[in-house]
Each structure stands twice: as structure tokens, then as C-alpha cells.
């Protein structure tokens, strides 16, 4: 959650955080021990910004403006999402939770077949509930190719499509295939490499990372000089590892079968 308006790119917003609540002692009859909460902030800068722009040409499309224009609204939405998605795979490097020996690193990847894919993801769930993270709200970010070998594995409740599903909470989360040791595998392009043919694969709570983003402007315009038609817009955002302990990177490479 966090307080303050986003307009521009250079805003900032707070995040609010709730401190540990302490668990005491009950004896019978005496007074119970009061404890007073204090919030923590956090500052969000939004310091991404982004911005699309295209034109129809009114003598080509004068019956299919409209249609164009939405289809190409729709197309340009896609793309601020898949750029969005691109940079939050790069807060890999901020993960709070490292093994280089069980998931490995940069350097000195773990290969993963369909004979260990089982045992590696156990590891980041073992790992993030060794620091308490909540089991709720657990998400993993795989790529394709990971996502054969846990189909290979034959992963009960991994599905071979990755078709959007509705959980229980009305979400739709677009990648969604399955569940597997708690998490809620997200199927994505996006996942980046830590090094050559390196996937930093990102295990997190959904309280690791916080996020703000606002269509900032968007502007139909008649350009002078053209018959066409043009859309720009303008989209700012920003994102921050709030809760470093909450989110694990396993550093994989494909082997074979």
C-alpha cells in the first residue's frame, strides 16, 4: 500500500509497513501487555518512463478507423505490460535469499533436467520458509523451458497450457500453469539472464516487491501537413524490493531430458 499521487516521471510515493507484532505470555488474572505499533515508510521513486506513438492514415483506413485505432490501442497496452514485466525481472540481483550451492549463481549455475527440477524448486520454498516468509502469496517466475521439465516431471497440478486462470480472489494472472511446492508458477519470456544462457528464475511473497505505476497522458492528435490520425501516451512507473528476505533467485541452466 502506499500514499501520494503519481503524475509525473521524478514523483515519489510512501509505502507503508507494519511493524513485527510481539507474542506474550498470558497468565490468569494479571494484565495483558499493550504494544504499540509504529509504521514504517519506505520511499518509492517513480523514475521509469515510457511512451508509444503511431499514426493511421486517414485515405487507407477511412472505413476502419475505429477498428484500427482500438486494435492498435490494445496492441500498444500489451506492450507497456510486457515492458513493465521486463523491468521487474531485473530486480533479480536484489534477492535477500541466496544459496550458491542448492541454486546457484552467476558463475556457477545449477543444471536442471527433468530428473531435478523437483528437488531444486524445493530448495527456494525451503529456503523462504526458513525465514518465515509467509507461505501465502507465493509466486515463481519460469520460463519455457523450465516449464517442459517440470511437465516432463509430470508435476501434479502443472497444466501443458498456460492458460489464464481466476483464483480465488478474482485475480486474472496472465501465465499462470499450475502450482507446485506453494508457489504459483507464472509462465514468462521475460525471465532474464543472470549470464549467457544463465535464467535468474525469481521465487518471492507477494509483499517482496512494491509497485506503482499511472498512465501519466494520453493525446489524440491531427497531425499538420498528414491526413492521419495519431495517439501518443506517456506511462510512468517505478517498483522497489521492499522485503529482500521475501524473495529468492535460482540461477539455472537447461540441461538435457
Known amino acids: ?12 510515493v510512501k509505502i507503508n509497513e507494519i511493524g ?8 490468569k488474572y494479571n494484565a495483558i501487555t499493550w504494544q504499540q505499533l509504529s509504521s514504517a515508510q519506505k520511499v518509492l521513486t517513480i523514475d521509469q ?17 475505429p477498428k484500427v485505432m482500438n486494435g492498435a490501442m490494445e496492441e500498444a497496452a500489451y506492450a507497456i505490460g ?19 550451492t542448492y541454486m546457484g549463481s552467476s ?3 545449477i543444471s536442471v533436467s527433468s530428473g531435478n527440477v523437483i528437488l531444486t ?19 515463481m517466475v519460469i520460463p519455457p523451458w523450465l516449464h517442459q521439465k517440470l511437465i516432463l516431471a509430470e508435476v501434479g497440478g502443472i ?33 532474464q ?3 549467457t544462457a544463465v535464467s535468474a528464475v525469481m521465487a518471492l511473497n507477494k509483499s517482496a516487491i512494491s509497485y506503482a505505476g499511472q498512465v501519466s497522458k494520453i493525446q489524440a492528435v491531427n497531425r499538420e501537413d498528414y491526413f492521419d490520425q495519431g495517439v501518443k501516451g506517456l506511462y510512468v512507473y517505478g517498483a522497489k524490493v521492499v522485503r529482500p528476505n521475501a524473495l529468492c533467485t535460482l540461477h539455472l541452466t537447461e540441461a538435457a531430458g
Open 1 to 12: 500500500m502506499y500514499e501520494g499521487e503519481i503524475r509525473n516521471m521524478g514523483d515519489t
Open 20 to 27: 513485527t507484532v510481539t507474542i506474550n505470555d498470558y497468565t
Open 49 to 65: 518512463a515510457k511512451t508509444f506513438s503511431f499514426t493511421i492514415d486517414d485515405i487507407d483506413t477511412a472505413q476502419q478507423n
Open 82 to 100: 510486457d515492458t513493465i514485466d521486463q523491468y521487474l525481472a531485473g530486480l533479480y540481483s536484489q534477492a535477500g535469499i541466496t544459496n550458491t
Open 107 to 109: 558463475a556457477s549455475p
Open 121 to 139: 524448486l524445493s530448495y527456494a520454498a525451503r529456503y523462504m520458509t526458513e525465514k518465515n516468509v509467509p507461505e501465502a502469496n507465493r509466486f
Open 159 to 191: 497444466s501443458a497450457t498456460a492458460v489464464p486462470k481466476v483464483f480465488d480472489d478474482g485475480a486474472l494472472t496472465r501465465g499462470y500453469v499450475g502450482d507446485a511446492f506453494g508457489f504459483r508458477l507464472v509462465l514468462s519470456n521475460n525471465v
Open 193 to 195: 539472464s543472470s549470464a
